[in-house]
C-alpha cells in the first residue's frame, strides 16, 4: 500500500488566490512527522513546512498552512496568495520514528499559477 | 549558513562505468541521506549516514554504496552503471536523527547513462 498518497497530479491556481495541494498518509507508528517540499524545475527541493503526529496545532509558516486531520490521516498543504513564482512540483513526506532518518514521498502534485 | 552542495552538478556517462558523487552539508549536521528521483519511479531513498555510520539503507542493489567521512561530507557510489541508473540524485542533510528534525536538500546532480 502507498504510504503517501498525493491524487492530484496537477492543478491550476489564478495568481492572488488561495489553493489546496492534498496528502493523505498512511502509518501505524504513533510518533511521525510530516513535511511538504517544493522543487522548482531546478531540481533542488525546499522545505516549506513540518508538522508532527503530536503537534495540536496546524502548523504554519508565512504564506504556507498544513491543514492537519489526523484521524483522517490528512495533510494538506495550503498556499494563499499565490504568486507566479510558486508554480512548481510539491511533495509530501512522511517519516516514522521506527525509520531512522528516511523520507517516503509522495507522486507529487504540479501546481501552475496563471496570471 | 552555507547550505547543502552537490557535486558535480552533471554527469554523463556510459553503460558499464562507474560514477561518484559528492555532497557536503550544512555546516553542524553529522547526517546525510541520499534519494534517487526518476520520472517512473518518484523519490526513493537509498541510504542515510550518521557519524560515519550507515543508519538505514533502501531497496537498491549493492551497486549503489556511499560512505561519509568525518566532516561529516558523503560520496554516493555506483558501479557497472545502468540505463536505468539515469537520474537526479538528491543529497539531504539534517542536525540529527529525530523524526522532528528537518532534512534540506542540495540542488542534486543530474546523472546521464548512456
Known amino acids: 500500500a502507498q504510504k503517501i498518497t498525493q491524487t492530484q497530479p496537477g492543478m491550476f491556481v489564478q495568481e492572488k488566490e488561495a489553493v489546496t495541494l492534498d496528502c493523505t498518509y498512511d502509518?501505524?507508528?504513533?510518533?511521525?512527522?510530516l513535511f511538504w517540499y517544493k522543487q522548482p524545475s531546478s531540481g533542488e527541493m525546499i522545505f516549506l513546512i513540518y508538522q508532527g503526529s503530536y503537534d495540536q496545532q496546524n502548523a504554519t509558516e508565512g504564506r504556507y498552512s498544513l491543514n492537519f486531520q489526523k484521524a483522517r490521516k490528512s495533510a494538506n498543504l495550503v498556499i494563499s496568495a499565490s504568486q507566479l513564482g510558486d508554480s512548481a512540483m510539491y511533495f509530501c513526506?512522511?517519516?516514522?520514528?521506527?525509520?531512522?532518518?528516511?523520507?517516503?514521498f509522495g507522486g507529487g502534485t504540479r501546481l501552475m499559477v496563471k496570471p | 549558513k552555507a547550505g547543502v552542495t552537490q557535486t558535480p552538478r552533471y554527469l554523463i556517462k556510459t553503460r558499464g562505468q562507474q560514477v561518484t558523487l559528492s555532497c557536503s552539508p550544512i555546516?553542524?549536521?553529522?547526517?546525510v541521506s541520499w534519494y534517487q528521483q526518476t520520472p517512473g519511479q518518484g523519490l526513493q531513498f537509498l541510504f542515510e549516514?550518521?557519524?560515519?555510520?550507515?543508519?538505514n539503507k533502501g531497496n537498491f542493489p549493492g551497486r549503489f554504496s556511499g560512505r561519509q567521512f568525518s566532516n561529516s561530507r558523503s560520496e554516493m557510489n555506483v558501479s557497472t552503471l545502468e540505463l536505468g541508473d539515469s537520474a537526479l540524485y538528491l543529497c539531504?542533510?539534517?542536525?540529527?536523527?529525530?523524526?522532528?528534525?528537518?532534512?534540506?536538500f542540495g540542488p542534486g546532480t543530474r546523472l546521464t547513462v548512456l
Open positions: 539531504a542533510s539534517s542536525f540529527r536523527q529525530g523524526f522532528t528534525d528537518t532534512q534540506y
Open positions: 502509518t501505524s507508528d504513533p510518533s511521525y512527522g
Open positions: 513526506a512522511m517519516r516514522e520514528t521506527n525509520a531512522g532518518n528516511m523520507l517516503t
Open positions: 549516514y550518521f557519524s560515519e555510520t550507515q543508519r
Open positions: 555546516s553542524g549536521h553529522r547526517s
